[in-house]
Each structure stands twice: as structure tokens, then as C-alpha cells.
């Protein structure tokens, strides 16, 4: 059974940083890229960033480029988002997503997401 | 960027009823378009994906269509479960993006 738990959400500062860790299991991990969407407070979805199955390739979202990094650790199996200079819109539910590829691609399975506050 | 939009924002549906909601791109791209179902305090669940094709485990009343800059999710026989909001989204070309979602409800 595929399983992703995200961790690391919590209360920071504007201008402020945060790290963002998910543990996947039931699948095997460097197969799959993986993804960051998120979903501020009675909105829609944000895609943030995604990773290649290896690592070698990323790709941000618009509004975070600069300020967050994605990476991943294979031989842990772990996928981690650091937040940078976190501002209000910032806020929201943040999703740790398995694609159906190596490559970034259909978001195939969902945590339950971990939820940044960004207030002073 | 590729924007998205759906229509409609907000439809109301009954049990039985076939509803059909569209998703329009401000480009053309190749058929790497997903749908995702949403309900309330709930993650996003895959239920389309590359346009058309069913994912595992989804009924067979939901289907999907489209090319180009525009496609359709369809549900046939609205069933109590699926009253929710559903979500596009682009991944052929980065970023990725989603449209703003459509709220079926009663």
C-alpha cells in the first residue's frame, strides 16, 4: 500500500524558513518523481515543484521559484521542500504527491497533507 | 504559462443526472491533461489521466475527452460519492498548472 506522510508544517514568521520532509512507502521510490502542490485556505490547487525519479531534474511554480528548493534522498527515501522567505500567500495545506512516472507527470497518489502558517 | 479555466465554477446536480464540465487552455498542448476529484477536508484523487485514460480503481461513469485546448470530464449516473469539486491540470509543460475547479453540489 502506498503511503506518503508529510511532516515538518507548522507556524513561521513572514521572511521566515521552514522545511518540509515526506516519507513515502509501498512503491519503489527512484522509479517515481515526485511533486509539491499546495492549497491555501478554501482555494484551489497550487502545483509547487516537482522532482525526477533520479533527482538530476526539478521544476518550480511561478510564485516560488528562488525562494523554495525540492530534493530528494533515494538512499533514505525521503523528499523534502525548503521554504525561504515565507510570506502570507504562502499559507496552505501542503500535499507531498507520487507521480505515475519517472519523470514529472499525473499526480497518481496524495498524503494528507502538512499546513503552513505564515503570520507574525 | 499555460492558464487554465474551467466551467462551469459551480453546478448543481442531481442523483441520476449525467454532468459534463469543460477545461480550456490559453494554448495547445499535447494530451497530458489530468482530472482530480476533491472532497471536503479530503486530499485530491487522480481520476483521468493523458486525457482520457481511466485510473485504476475509478468508475467507469467518469470518462474523459478532449484535444488541443479543450477537454471534458463527464460523469454519467451522478452517484451520491461524487458531489465534490474536480480539478484539471496541464502537465505538458512547466509549470504545471491547474484550473481553478468546479463544485458539483446538490
Known amino acids: 500500500e502506498v503511503q506518503l506522510l508529510e511532516s515538518g508544517g507548522g507556524l513561521v514568521q513572514p521572511g521566515g524558513s521552514l522545511r518540509l520532509s515526506c516519507a513515502p512507502s509501498g512503491f519503489t521510490f527512484r522509479s517515481h518523481a515526485m511533486t509539491w502542490v499546495r492549497q491555501a485556505p478554501g482555494k484551489g490547487l497550487e502545483w509547487v515543484a516537482g522532482?525526477?525519479?533520479?533527482?538530476?531534474?526539478?521544476n518550480y511554480g511561478d510564485s516560488v521559484k528562488g525562494r523554495f528548493t525540492i530534493s530528494r534522498d533515494n538512499s533514505e527515501k525521503m523528499v523534502f521542500l525548503h521554504m525561504n522567505d515565507l510570506r502570507a500567500e504562502d499559507t496552505a495545506i501542503y500535499y507531498c504527491?507520487?507521480?505515475?512516472?519517472?519523470?514529472?507527470?499525473?499526480?497518481?497518489?496524495w498524503g494528507q497533507g502538512t499546513l503552513v502558517t505564515v503570520s507574525s | 504559462d499555460i492558464q487554465m479555466t474551467q466551467s462551469p465554477s459551480t453546478l448543481s446536480a442531481s442523483v441520476g443526472d449525467r454532468v459534463t464540465i469543460t477545461c480550456r487552455a490559453t494554448?495547445?498542448?499535447?494530451?497530458?491533461l489530468a482530472w482530480y476529484q476533491q472532497t471536503p477536508g479530503k486530499a485530491p484523487k487522480l481520476l483521468i489521466y493523458?486525457?482520457?485514460n481511466l485510473e485504476s480503481g475509478v468508475p467507469s461513469r467518469f470518462s474523459g475527452s478532449g484535444s488541443g485546448r479543450e477537454f471534458t470530464l463527464t460523469i454519467n449516473s451522478l452517484q451520491p460519492d461524487d458531489f465534490a469539486t474536480y480539478y484539471c491540470q496541464q502537465y505538458d509543460n512547466y509549470p504545471f498548472t491547474f484550473g481553478q475547479g468546479t463544485k458539483v453540489d446538490i
Open positions: 504527491v507520487k507521480d505515475r512516472d519517472i519523470m514529472s507527470t499525473s499526480h497518481h497518489y
Open positions: 493523458e486525457a482520457s
Open positions: 494554448q495547445s498542448f499535447n494530451n497530458y
Open positions: 522532482i525526477s525519479g533520479s533527482g538530476d531534474f526539478r
